[in-house]
């Protein structure tokens, strides 16, 4: 997105931009320094969260604080889940049959987390296309992409649980369908404790350049709506699995229409708000606080795979 930004501008003949390292490299004819230079691009790209400048800054390294308040608070979150599990309340079985509300849960979890990265990318550049435009009418193309967005999601939800059925999900697949997808959380725990952060997966430049050329089109912010099921996020890549897991339309349909619901206030306030929280003062403890949540929730889900295939014996009766 960035990358796409300073090339539409006049004075610049190449842009690109590793953010793995933090590097941005541009090629212009303009005769202003490096300094008025960046003051000139930050005007373009600042509403998207960004900043650039001449040499690197050095951030302070608080992680060590963040991480020791948010051990307590993620654990507080799952032990009132697992009481609310063992109750009956909630069903988390990554694999098997998940309720709407666990569903909901991992939505909500999974807006402050990477997928936030991914979609509110999309988000952010649409809401810069729309500042362009009549600022009366800035509202309906965000309504639009969130109907687009659940409608899609439970949609294609459905479609999942329809393969399922078809292809005879037996209980062993779907017990190895749960212990793959609670890999893929375990990993985005790690992930957001910062233990993978030079490996952290963004989306590819080539997809999002494509979303950018849809926005132009009349029914950009459904098509983009809907388009976000398929973005390499592994909230959603885990409830895939369960919806297909499901086998069934309805079931699959409801799954990934609360999930989507789930990730709707944060996304909604994104839209609305014209404000990243990616990068507020609270995110680093909201990250890492998400990061113990779905690394526990990954671990609990793995263990139960395990014992649904007989290899470990049951932790938990529940």
Not at 27 to 32: H, R
Not at 63 to 71: C, E, P
Not at 158 to 186: E, P
Not at 273 to 283: C, E, W
Request: net charge neutral; aromatic share 10%; glycine share 10%.
């Amino acid at each position: 997105m960035i990358e796409d930004i300073l090339k539409e501008q006049d004075f610049v003949k190449s842009a690109k931009v590793d953010l793995k390292k933090e590097i941005v490299q541009i090629e212009t004819d303009s005769g202003k320094d490096q300094g008025e230079l960046a003051q000139v691009l930050n005007e373009k790209i600042k509403q998207n969260g960004y900043i650039l400048s001449v040499e690197k800054k050095i951030q302070e390294n608080t992680q060590d604080n963040v991480i020791w308040h948010a051990i307590p608070i993620g654990l507080v979150f799952l032990i009132l889940f697992f009481l609310l599990q063992k109750s009956g309340i909630l069903n988390f079985s990554i694999g098997g049959k998940t309720t709407p509300t666990t569903s909901f849960i991992i939505g909500l979890i999974a807006s402050v987390s990477s997928c936030l990265v991914v979609v509110g990318g999309l988000i952010l550049s649409l809401s810069a296309k729309i500042a362009e435009d009549d600022r009366e009418l800035n509202k309906k193309p965000f309504f639009l992409f969130h109907l687009g967005r659940l409608l899609g999601f439970a949609f294609l939800g459905g479609i999942l649980g329809l393969i399922g059925g078809a292809i005879g999900i037996n209980f062993v697949f779907s017990a190895i369908l749960g212990i793959i997808a609670s890999l893929i959380m375990i990993l985005l725990g790690i992930n957001l404790l910062g233990i993978l952060k030079k490996n952290t997966l963004t989306l590819p430049s080539h997809i999002f350049s494509f979303f950018r050329k849809v926005e132009h089109t009349t029914l950009a912010p459904i098509v983009v709506g809907v388009g976000t099921f398929f973005l390499p996020c592994g909230f959603t890549q885990s409830m895939q699995v369960v919806a297909l897991s499901s086998e069934s339309f309805t079931s699959g349909f409801l799954t990934m229409f609360a999930f989507a619901l789930g990730t709707l206030p944060v996304l909604a306030f994104l839209s609305f708000g014209s404000i990243s929280f990616a990068h507020s003062k609270y995110a680093p403890l909201f990250f890492k606080s998400a990061g113990v949540i779905v690394l526990g929730l990954g671990v609990f889900a793995l263990l139960a795979g395990l014992a649904g295939l007989g290899i470990i014996d049951p932790l938990f009766n529940i």
